[in-house]
C-alpha cells in the first residue's frame, strides 16, 4: 500500500493543502498519512485560561473529596431540586479553603501565560482530599475530541460524526472511571479554527480537571478499534514521558521532515511544561501576529513542507527539532511501539483476517472461558484474559504487537481516517468517496462487534448496518 500512497500524490512541485499525505521520495511507512485537518475534528471545546497569582478573597470553595471511592448510586450523586437548597449544600460553595479558580484576574484566553501550575494544581488536590501520586489521579484521563458547531457539508457527514461519537463514548465506558469524555461543538477562540482549535480546547482541559492526569487529544475521524487496548499510562510515567504523539525520531529530529509525526492524536500531561508546549505551540497559530512569519520560517526549514501555511504539525515538528532540549528528549515519545493511530487506508484491508484470528483463538479448547456470557461492566476482566489468549509469543495466539502494528494480525488500536474529511465533503484526491465511505463503515462496525458482543449481538455483515443475535457459546457455534 505505500507504492499506491505514492502514486497517489500530486506532481513534483505542486503544493498540496495542509491534510493531505505528502512522502518524501523513498519512504515506506504510508501509515503516518498526516491531515491535520482531514475532518474539523478538532472545533472546540472549551478555551484556556491564565491563573496569576491569587489575591487574598474570602473563602468561598469547600474541602469536598472527589476519590474514586466515593457513591456513585443515584441518590448520591445527582441531588433533586431539594436537595441542592438544603443547609450542606449551601455551605460546600461557601466554606472551605480557596484555590485557585477563586482568583479573580483568571481568563479563559489562549493568550495569556499561566504559571506555577504544578503547585496550584497540587493544592487544589490536596482540598479536595486526592493525593497527587495515588492511582486515582495518576491513572485519570480526559479524552478530548469535538466538531464544528456549523451543520457538515459533506453528504451523512453529520451522521457519521454521530457514529465517531458513539465510538468513543462506548471506549470510554468500556474503561470504567478513569477515561472521561469531553465534546463539544463550539469555538472558543475565533481565529483558531479547523487543526489549531485543539490548542484551546485541550489547554482549557487541562484547568478544567486538576483531577487529570493527562489529557488526551482524539480528531474526531479516528475510530477506536480495539476496545480491550488500554493506553500504557505506566510505561509512560516510568519513561518520564509528558508528551505522547505518533511519529519517528529519525524523521523528526534528523530530517526534519514535516511528515515525520501526526498531530491528530497525542497525550500530554496536566503539568506546566504541559501549558508551556501548548503555549508556544499556539504563538504559531492564526490567533498570533507572527502567524504568517512562521508559515515562510516552515517552508525554508523542513524538509518537504509544499506552502508557506502554518499549520499545528508542522508546527510542532518545528519545535521538537529546533529545541530537542527543551521540547523533545525524554520528554516526547514519538510512538511507533503499536497503532496509537494507524493510517486507515492499510488496515481496513485486513480487519476481516484480524476478527478470524481472533475467533480462532477463542474457539480453541482451552479458551472457552472466553465465550461465556458476561455483563459489561466486567469487561476489564475478559479483556485482560483475551490478551493472554491471543499474545503471539503463545503457541497458537495472535502474532503482532498488542495494539496492533504493521506487522501481525493484532487489532489496530486507533484507525484514523486522514484525508477522507467526511464532514467536509472532499476527500484527499488519491481516494475516491466510496473507498472512503466503506472503509470508515468496515471499521465501525469491527469496533461495535466488540460491544456489541455484551448486548448479545453482532452486524450480519462487515458492510451491514443490520444486526443478528448471538448463539450460545459464540463463537464456537458459530462454525
Not at 42 to 53: E, G, M, T
Not at 373 to 396: I, M, N, Q, T, W
Not at 433 to 462: I, M, S
Amino acid at each position: 500500500m505505500a507504492s499506491e500512497a505514492k502514486a497517489g500524490g500530486a506532481a513534483a512541485g505542486t503544493p498540496k493543502p495542509h491534510g493531505h499525505l505528502v512522502l518524501p521520495p523513498g519512504r515506506t511507512r504510508e501509515a503516518l498519512a498526516f491531515a491535520a485537518g482531514a475532518v474539523a475534528s478538532a472545533l472546540l471545546l472549551l478555551c484556556s485560561a491564565s491563573v496569576l497569582s491569587p489575591t487574598p478573597v474570602p473563602n468561598i470553595v469547600t474541602s469536598i473529596p472527589l476519590s474514586s471511592s466515593h457513591s456513585t448510586s443515584p441518590s448520591s450523586s445527582i441531588p433533586t431540586s431539594s436537595s441542592t437548597t438544603t443547609p450542606s449544600a449551601a455551605a460546600a460553595v461557601s466554606n472551605g479553603p480557596r484555590t485557585f479558580y477563586d482568583d479573580p484576574t483568571l481568563t479563559y484566553t489562549i493568550h495569556t501565560h499561566i504559571s506555577n501550575w504544578d503547585t496550584k494544581r497540587r493544592t487544589w488536590l490536596h482540598s479536595r482530599g486526592l493525593d497527587p501520586s495515588s492511582p486515582a489521579v495518576l491513572n485519570r484521563v480526559v479524552m478530548v475530541s469535538g466538531s464544528q458547531p456549523e451543520p457538515c457539508k459533506g453528504p451523512g457527514g453529520d451522521h457519521l460524526l454521530l457514529r465517531f461519537l458513539k465510538n468513543k463514548l462506548d471506549y470510554c465506558r468500556l474503561h470504567g472511571d478513569n477515561i472521561k469524555l469531553l465534546y463539544n461543538t463550539a469555538h472558543h477562540e475565533p481565529s483558531m479554527v479547523a487543526y489549531w482549535a485543539k490548542i484551546p480546547a485541550v489547554r482549557a482541559a487541562m484547568l478544567a480537571h486538576p483531577d487529570a492526569e493527562w489529557v488526551w487529544w482524539v480528531d474526531a475521524d479516528a475510530v477506536f478499534t480495539d476496545m480491550d487496548f488500554a493506553l500504557p499510562l505506566d510505561k509512560y510515567a516510568a519513561g518520564g514521558h509528558d508528551l505522547v504523539v505518533y511519529g519517528w525520531d529519525s524523521e523528526v529530529y534528523e530530517e526534519r521532515s514535516w511528515v515525520g509525526l501526526n498531530a491528530g492524536v497525542f497525550l500530554i500531561r496536566n503539568c506546566q511544561w504541559g501549558l508551556d508546549l501548548l503555549d508556544a505551540w499556539a504563538k504559531m497559530g492564526p490567533a498570533f501576529p507572527e502567524y504568517a512569519r512562521w508559515g515562510k520560517t516552515m517552508r525554508e526549514e523542513l524538509q518537504g513542507k509544499p506552502n508557506e501555511e502554518s499549520d499545528d504539525q508542522s508546527a510542532l515538528v518545528y519545535l521538537l527539532s529546533k529545541d530537542p532540549a527543551k521540547w523533545g528528549g525524554n520528554r516526547t515519545l514519538l510512538e511507533t511501539g503499536y497503532y496509537f493511530q494507524g493510517y486507515w487506508a492499510e488496515i481496513v484491508g485486513r480487519l476481516d483476517g484480524v476478527a478470524d484470528r481472533y475467533a480462532a483463538v477463542e474457539r480453541a479448547r482451552g479458551n472457552r472461558a472466553l465465550r461465556r456470557r458476561h455483563a459489561e461492566r466486567e469487561h476489564h476482566l475478559y479483556a485482560a484474559a483475551r490478551d493472554e489468549a491471543v499474545d503471539g509469543r503463545k503457541k497458537g495466539g495472535v502474532p503482532g504487537p498488542k495494539g496492533g502494528g504493521q506487522k501481525g494480525w493484532r487489532r489496530p488500536f486507533v484507525t484514523h481516517f486522514t484525508g477522507c474529511q467526511p464532514c467536509g465533503g472532499a476527500p484527499d484526491r488519491k481516494y475516491t468517496r466510496r473507498r472512503c465511505e466503506e472503509g470508515v463503515r468496515r471499521a465501525l462496525a469491527f469496533a461495535d462487534d466488540q460491544v456489541l458482543r455484551a448486548y448479545g449481538f453482532r452486524h450480519a455483515a462487515p458492510l451491514s448496518d443490520s444486526v443478528v443475535p448471538l448463539p450460545f457459546d459464540y463463537p464456537a457455534a458459530a462454525r
